[in-house]
């Protein structure tokens, strides 16, 4: 008898060397929404918990002529990059639909960090056949070391439009919207149908007008989120979010007639703000596996495909585990990837549940209650179950990473120093070596590759910097865990 794929991933998931302490999923999920305070853009509002921030970049898009103040800063620098603030917005709105019934009080804060990343997106979208990709140039901005409040360095705008088409963040932003607009259906019905046309009129200009927004703004977008899937996926992922919050045939019929044309099977395995096509797979699968979707069935085979290519224990090229436990896969940031994964793992196991299925692998097969142990050992991972004992959320734990890469953490703040602070004046708290004087409560760093070892150094920044596409899948994960704790 050939083993059960949950006995040989048992196994390897408890022989690695962690601690296994128990958590306080709550607290973690507090502190993960928390953060996105931290990256907030433009006015505060006179209820921001992290005090230390203050207003900035008030004036963003009027050297183009409109108010783009507002939105993310989207990891430790002050540029606002669209493309990864859309999936970061679409993220979170996703968290709150799968799982926000058991987020608890928190529920209240994860819709407030949707809306200041939609309040932005509609600015950016504002004028039809235009969307706002980008504030800030990059390398002004990356070669000064200075806090948001403090920040003089060149404010430009970017947009694409039907000469310089950006199918990918226009995609991609359609989706976020869609998904936004299912978030305030019940809480704000007027806002949930202004998102919903927004999302159609954008997702038909992304449609119409293919491109790549890196051909069109390569030297502003590259090598920081220049796109190196193509837009082929964010077409059909904004077409897949879009049927789910307007029920329209049409979005059906695109997706069934563009599956093959825009590579819905290619690289099943990755996900994250440039690569859709394992969320895209799984969220179309839910359909299926509720019985009402048949001709998305190929669509469940790739999801299917997935699950298989990514469990402990099974081997595949493009995944790989540490030795303490955690999912590692190639290229920087190893825990966007980790967040990432580990969400539609879980947002698959209760598809899976509901419809009493398991998911078949070779000759194996892995049941939901496997799914979620393997996507909960990662959230522990995260939260300190690792070799080193250390929690990679800041504040959260006895011991987290004190030097993250943030320029806004590491320089002092208004409150402690009103005086303005430079752009090269603040190199010496860059190569500093005391812990940062601000704590970005919930930040969760890069992190750890396949040796398990963590610098906590700024220098480092693939290892120590935060992202708010880190958190914004791990904001669905805690708020299940935080209720569901159990391993079954």
């Known amino acids: 008898m050939a083993p059960s794929l949950s006995l040989v991933l048992l196994i390897v998931l408890l022989s690695s060397p962690a601690i296994y302490a128990g958590h306080d999923y709550r607290d973690a999920l507090r502190k993960s929404i928390m953060f996105f305070e931290g990256q907030r853009s433009g006015k505060l509002p006179p209820d921001q918990r992290l005090r230390w921030r203050r207003d900035s970049a008030l004036r963003d898009g009027s050297s183009a002529g409109v108010d783009l103040s507002g939105g993310y800063y989207d990891a430790g620098d002050n540029v606002k990059f669209g493309f990864p603030m859309a999936f970061t917005t679409t993220m979170l709105s996703w968290s709150i639909i799968d799982f926000g019934r058991t987020m608890g009080p928190e529920l209240k804060n994860a819709v407030k960090a949707v809306k200041w990343g939609t309040d932005y997106l509609l600015k950016a979208t504002a004028i039809p056949g235009v969307v706002f990709v980008q504030v800030g140039d990059a390398y002004s901005d990356h070669n000064c070391w200075e806090r948001p409040e403090d920040m003089d360095t060149l404010r430009t705008v970017y947009k694409i439009d039907r000469a310089h088409p950006g ?96 590579r819905a099977g290619d690289t099943i395995n990755e996900f994250g703000w440039d690569n859709k096509h394992a969320g895209i797979n799984v969220l179309i699968s839910k359909e299926v596996l509720m019985g009402k979707a048949e001709y998305f069935e190929s669509f469940k085979q ?21 030795r303490g436990g955690l999912l590692v896969k190639t290229g920087g ?66 011991r987290f ?78 708020g299940y865990f935080s209720t569901h704790s159990s391993w079954r």
């Not at 927004?213 to 502003?220: G, K, R, T, V």
């Not at 790739?302 to 540490?322: E, K, R, T």
Request: with cysteine; proline share 7%.
């Open 167 to 262: 199918s990918d963040v226009a995609g991609e932003t359609a989706a976020a919207l869609a998904a936004s607009s299912i978030v305030f259906r019940r809480r704000d019905p007027a806002y949930s149908r202004r998102l919903l046309d927004r999302a159609t009129r954008v997702f038909a200009f992304a449609n119409r007008y293919r491109g790549a927004y890196s051909n069109s703004l390569y030297h502003a977008v590259c090598p920081f989120y220049c796109d190196f899937n193509g837009y082929q996926d964010e077409l059909l992922w904004g077409a897949a979010w879009l049927h789910k919050a307007s029920r329209k045939r049409a979005y059906r019929e695109f997706i069934v007639k563009n599956e093959v044309v825009l």
């Open 401 to 478: 990473p004190r030097r993250i890469h943030h320029r806004g953490s590491s320089v002092p703040s208004v409150s402690a120093h009103p005086a303005r602070i430079g752009c090269k004046e603040g190199s010496r708290y860059f190569l500093s070596p005391n812990p940062n004087p601000n704590l970005l409560v919930g930040a969760v760093v890069g992190g750890p590759n396949v040796t398990d070892a963590f610098p906590d150094s700024r220098p480092y920044f693939v290892q120590s910097e935060p992202t708010t596409y880190i958190n914004a899948p791990l904001v669905g994960l805690l």
């Open 333 to 398: 940031s190893n825990m966007q990837h980790v967040t990432s994964l580990s969400f539609l793992l879980l947002a698959y196991s209760n598809y899976l549940s509901h419809a009493k299925k398991v998911v078949p692998c070779g000759e194996l097969t892995a049941s939901p209650s496997l799914l979620r142990q393997v996507a909960k050992r990662q959230v522990d991972y995260i939260l300190g179950d690792n070799p080193l004992g250390m929690s990679y959320m800041v504040g959260y734990g006895r």
């Open 302 to 322: 790739n999801a299917d495909g997935f699950i298989c290519s990514i469990l402990p224990g099974v081997s595949h090229p493009q995944v790989q585990y540490s």
